[in-house]
């Protein structure tokens, strides 16, 4: 089967690549005036996420006719009971209706809840990051590893700020807080997806995040997993696909990185 999931991987990066040009061309076409509707405080969509999401459905339906979708803006619901395809089709809508990168398409394909295959393209960069079970980590064809750093002194981190849910900000400005004073920094670029992508290929050293979707992390967790990181919630476990919330690290730091994120955001 491992077989058929690398075939089936790099004809989805294709298919997805094509839904990237659309949508450069889409806002290049729209220049700043990308119009948006609210589907909750600071939370959007535009035609342009709808459309693309269209599109994969429809290209994805024909690569892997078995399985289903979960899909962030709900343009079909058809679901399967084994496999099925969790897509954002923009993640990072604000940077996108603000004509800033990164965002990115994000693809996941599930078996019975287990990531098998998992892609990102960031969309700015023209990055293709992708892997399938049984497989390394890849970006543009170019094998990707999780940074060596071992402690958190070392690490660049990336989070993502609360946009809705402020029900654990107390906790969070202390972590934020205590980054800032003990690392290398701290990084927000507005791409839940894309800020794991970069765990995968070692530009971050570890992601932390709370209140995302399935369609936000799938693909990307999947990602560091097979680029050699430790993905889990906050508490250790592997509830952050379907939990809301996401611990990303590479090996030698996770366990640190981990301590300080449990001691102040596990409830």
Known sequence: MSTQYEQICKDACSAIREVGKYIRTQTRNTQSNISYNFKGKNDFVTDIDKNSEKKLV?????????????????TTQQTNQTYNWIIDPIDGTTNF????????????????????????YEIGLDECFYTWDKAPAYCNGEIIHVSN????????????????DYS???????????????????????????????VACGRFDAFYEYSLKAWDVAAGAFLVQQAGGIVSDFS??????????????NKLVYSEFHKIISSTLHS
Not at 63 to 69: D, E, L, M, S, V
Not at 149 to 164: D, Q, R
């Open 58 to 74: 429809a290209i994805l339906s024909k690569i892997f006719p078995k399985a289903g979708f979960i899909a962030e803006e709900q």
């Open 97 to 120: 209706i603000h004509n800033l990168y990164p965002h990115a398409i994000s693809v996941a394909l599930v078996k019975d809840d287990f990531p098998v295959i998992g892609i990102v």
């Open 149 to 164: 750093n071992k402690t958190v002194e070392e690490s660049l981190i990336a989070t993502g700020f609360p946009y809705y």
């Open 168 to 198: 654990k900000m107390n906790g969070f400005q202390q972590t934020l807080e205590h980054f800032m004073r003990n690392s290398q920094g701290i990084r927000r670029l507005g791409s839940a997806a894309t800020d794991l992508a970069y």
């Open 236 to 249: 250790g476990k592997n509830n952050y696909l379907y939990g809301a919330e996401i611990i990303a690290a």
